[in-house]
């Protein structure tokens, strides 16, 4: 499947911005869906995952409560809305896919099998 993540940009702290991962190629629905990020000079970490059919969600506890993971499997794409920015959000944020799977959702980005390109946010103080 090819994943394309857009939608960052330079936001104030304090602010939002949605990013969003359009999938082609493969049935949208056959992958649970997780976003990672990575900041300068950091390993990349995992945000937050989706299940396959969108009713089970997870999200890293730096992001609980600002961050929302979302899928339209109707429209192949998965969604990140991020409220509450502050300057250590500041990374290049990847979509990704796994394959579906029984149990809990990915975390580790090892788990995952496509990657899309990345975009930018970043935050200013």
């Known amino acids: 499947v090819q994943l394309q993540a857009f939608g960052g940009g330079l936001v104030q702290a304090g602010g939002s911005l949605s990013l969003s991962c359009a999938a082609s190629?493969?049935?949208?629905?056959?992958?649970?869906m997780g976003w990672f990020r990575q900041a300068p000079g950091k390993e990349r970490e995992f945000v937050a995952a989706?299940?396959?059919?969108?009713?089970?969600?997870y999200s890293a506890d730096s992001v609980k409560g600002r961050f929302t993971i979302s899928r339209d499997n109707a429209k192949n794409t998965v969604s990140l809305q991020m409220n509450s920015l502050s300057p250590e959000d500041t990374a290049v944020y990847y979509c990704?896919?796994?394959?579906?799977?029984?149990?809990?959702?990915?975390?580790?980005?090892?788990?995952?099998?496509?990657w899309g390109q990345g975009t930018l946010v970043t935050v200013s103080s």
């Open positions: 989706i299940s396959w059919s969108g009713g089970s969600t």
């Open positions: 190629g493969r049935t949208f629905s056959n992958y649970d």
């Open positions: 990704a896919a796994a394959f579906r799977r029984l149990g809990l959702l990915a975390t580790n980005s090892a788990q995952y099998n496509y």
